[in-house]
């Protein structure tokens, strides 16, 4: 029997980068898997395929985080398909646009707030009464090294992320009678899609293989590495643990991109 095996997850944004990979780890430890995606079907359809074709289960929901509506029907497609949820992974999210907080209108704080808190705590929220009937349920945010480090620039991301944290570790304390587990998994820098691009941009055209000699064990986090974490939380083997933090970062950065 594989380790997950009777279980149903959701993992939001798992289309592509760090959500993809821990789709297809979870996957390959025995859930069925519900591919959650924004805009690309097609990147989504192939992270499904891919699962199929190796003995998984899995299954495509387009649904915006941000959109409660969208959300309810994603729930609700889920359960009809692969059974009742057990497992969120709440992983979707989206960037900063760079600028110093007395610049950045109230607008940007609220649309990352939206994306990064508020519609996965709908997501949860939907999703607790199945887990509370399981026996057994999971919450895994995935966070960011940053939140901890606050750097310029960066205040709507962060704040947004720091607010999610929160509420995981109360969430935490609340459901334990439960048997919920509430926990956070916190990556640096990230070698993915939008890892790269953020390389660029504060490197003025660097790449992540140019920096991969100075971060911890001669390279960048890759999503193999988050999606381990994740696995480890999930399973038997973390029975005991809730309410934690585990950063995924080779132990701190050797050089610094904001």
Request: hydrophobic share 45%; charged share 20%; glycine share 12%.
């Amino acid at each position: 029997m594989s380790r997950l095996d009777g279980r149903v997850a959701v993992v939001t944004g798992s289309s592509r980068g760090v959500g993809r990979g821990i789709a297809l780890r979870l996957a390959a430890d025995g859930a069925a898997v519900a591919v959650n995606y924004r805009r690309d079907s097609g990147a989504a359809d192939e992270v499904v395929a891919q699962i199929v074709s190796a003995g998984g289960r899995a299954k495509a929901y387009g649904a915006a985080i941000d959109d409660e509506a969208a959300v309810d029907t994603m729930v609700d497609a889920v359960r009809a398909d692969l059974g009742p949820v057990d497992l969120v992974v709440s992983n979707a999210g989206t960037a900063s646009k760079g600028q110093p907080v007395s610049d950045t209108p109230g607008a940007d704080f609220m649309s990352l707030l939206r994306v990064h808190a508020l519609g996965p705590i709908h997501l949860i929220q939907r999703v607790l009464p199945d887990m509370r009937a399981a026996g057994r349920g999971d919450v895994v945010m995935i966070s960011s090294s940053t939140v901890a480090e606050a750097p310029a620039l960066s205040a709507p991301y962060t704040m947004a992320k720091a607010a999610m944290e929160m509420c995981v570790r109360t969430l935490a304390q609340e459901e334990r009678a439960h048997n919920i587990r509430a926990n956070i998994v916190a990556p640096g820098l990230v070698e993915t899609e939008m890892g790269r691009r953020l390389v660029k941009a504060a490197t003025g055209g660097g790449s992540i293989e140019d920096l991969a000699a100075g971060y911890p064990f001669g390279r960048v986090c890759t999503p193999a590495d988050v999606a381990g974490a994740v696995a480890f939380l999930v399973s038997a083997d973390a029975e005991y643990v809730t309410g934690q933090r585990i950063t995924v970062d080779g132990g701190g950065r050797s050089v610094s991109v904001v």
